[in-house]
């Protein structure tokens, strides 16, 4: 299948010999898409049937920056290499020996950028449902801690990330780090001027209570971000906060700290120096799935969800996690599948950065590629649904779009993109629309809604 799916590839992609040929469509759509319209912008788009036909293209070639479509990307080579039910893990380890239920050493977290201890989803959960569910996963982890002996930890809380990176910090995000507890975020409710929080209990959080027009803030300092979270509690909102200054591991040590302490398990927290033969792994804390992390992922376009998947393919291929490792490692997971990508210079797994770049020629050839994959279904439930949910709830609701399309969006100041599959009875139409150097984006969801409108219509 593999070998006639690329020999399609080199057939339909070089000499465009099976292209539709409506004049009609084609017209319409270049009155969309037009200099008049995106004037002094970079535009680019393409749409083929489920066979790879053209039907429609301006500018497929363009090599352009696709802001959070970068995330498509990440998932679906996440999927070809883990497989949707793969699972990363934290190993959990003590140095020293345990003696009447006394660790007399310290307890070691070995980080993988698993992703353990979270509430973050279902959005839609109460704060009171969010902190019971982190509540029962500590409560399952000291099970298993009292398993194996112990209920005081004599040393302390250590974290060791040596194996899976080499990176001293991540400079491209923060909070994607090795360890994470609730995904190193702080999810922020106001209601009637009371404000609640997941956790709990938070630390290296600040949150100030200040009047101002919106509703919640990141506070700056000479332009840098901090973790300083300003509140306008004269108005009900919620939001979540990732953290910027502090340092991931440190952050997952102090919400662990508090958790075990709170729940009967002792930390003395100190130095204690036990032979090196005595350190060993006790058990493994299995994180989520790939699918959950995807599905998440792709329909509220999490930036630290796509950023731990794509530093785990580095990790995953080239032995360290890190950018350099992940970018050669996702173009190799391509290319081994017969995807030769000629513009695709990946730089984060999120598409928060500019300088990540693809054509929409090469983002419908991927999108191809997964609609005819045993992984077709996994990405169009995680995607975001016209009218319906995830990022696209209040964009195309068109009433003839609403359940029609399953895609991904990508905002940055200057760029929006929208690229999926557009379904019309059982005909799965796949798109891809960039426009960089543009700030007006209701303008441009407005010319993708009435391409996309179109598009149904006239297929």
Request: hydrophobic fraction near 35%; charge should be neutral; glycine fraction near 6%.
């Amino acid at each position: 299948m593999r070998k006639l799916f690329s020999f399609f590839f080199i057939i339909y992609f070089f000499t465009n010999s099976f292209c539709y040929s409506d004049n009609n469509i084609i017209n319409m759509l270049n009155s969309i898409f037009s200099p008049k319209v995106f004037n002094d912008s970079n535009y680019s788009c393409f749409v083929c049937d489920s066979s790879g036909n053209e039907i429609y293209s301006i500018n497929p070639g363009d090599v352009l920056i696709p802001a959070s479509n970068q995330k498509l990307y990440t998932a679906i080579a996440s999927l070809i290499e883990f497989g949707p039910e793969y699972r990363n893990s934290t190993i959990v380890a003590r140095r020293g020996k345990i003696i009447d239920g006394e660790l007399n050493g310290d307890l070691i977290f070995k980080g993988y950028g698993a992703i353990n201890f979270t509430a973050r989803y279902p959005y839609y959960k109460s704060f009171d449902e969010k902190n019971l569910i982190l509540k029962n996963q500590i409560l399952d982890f000291i099970k298993k801690l009292k398993g194996q002996g112990i209920s005081k930890i004599n040393g302390k809380l250590i974290a060791d990330n040596s194996e899976w990176t080499d990176l001293k910090e991540n400079e491209l995000y923060n909070a994607a780090g090795p360890l994470t507890f609730h995904e190193n975020t702080l999810d922020i409710l106001v209601t009637g001027n009371q404000i609640s929080t997941t956790p709990k209990k938070y630390f290296d959080f600040t949150i100030l209570a200040e009047k101002f027009e919106g509703e919640q803030k990141r506070n700056s300092d000479n332009g840098k971000m901090t973790d300083t979270i300003l509140i306008n509690t004269s108005k009900d909102s919620r939001d979540y906060w990732r953290i910027e200054e502090a340092k991931p591991s440190e952050y997952f040590l102090k919400n662990m700290a508090y958790q075990l302490s709170e729940n009967g398990i002792i930390i003395e927290n100190k130095d204690i120096n036990p032979d090196a033969e005595q350190t060993s792994d006790l058990f493994v804390i299995k994180g989520i799935s790939v699918k959950q992390i995807v599905s998440d992922m792709l329909l509220h376009s999490d930036n630290l969800r796509a950023e731990l998947l794509f530093l785990n393919l580095g990790y995953k291929l080239l032995k360290k996690a890190n950018h350099e490792n992940s970018r050669l490692a996702i173009k190799q997971i391509f290319e081994k599948n017969n995807l030769i990508l000629d513009s695709f210079e990946p730089y984060d797994g999120s598409g928060i950065s500019y300088n990540n770049k693809i054509s929409t020629y090469d983002t419908s050839k991927v999108l191809l590629y997964i609609k005819n994959s045993k992984y077709f279904e996994v990405i169009k439930e995680s995607l975001p649904v016209a009218g319906e949910k995830g990022s696209l709830i209040n964009y195309l609701n068109s009433p003839i779009l609403m359940g029609k399309v399953f895609a991904k969006t990508g905002t940055l100041d200057n760029c929006k993109t929208l690229s999926g599959y557009l379904i019309k009875n059982s005909n799965v139409y796949i798109f891809s629309f960039f426009v960089n150097n543009w700030k007006d984006h209701e303008k441009a969801w407005s010319a993708f809604q009435n391409a996309l409108v179109i598009l149904y219509k006239n297929l």
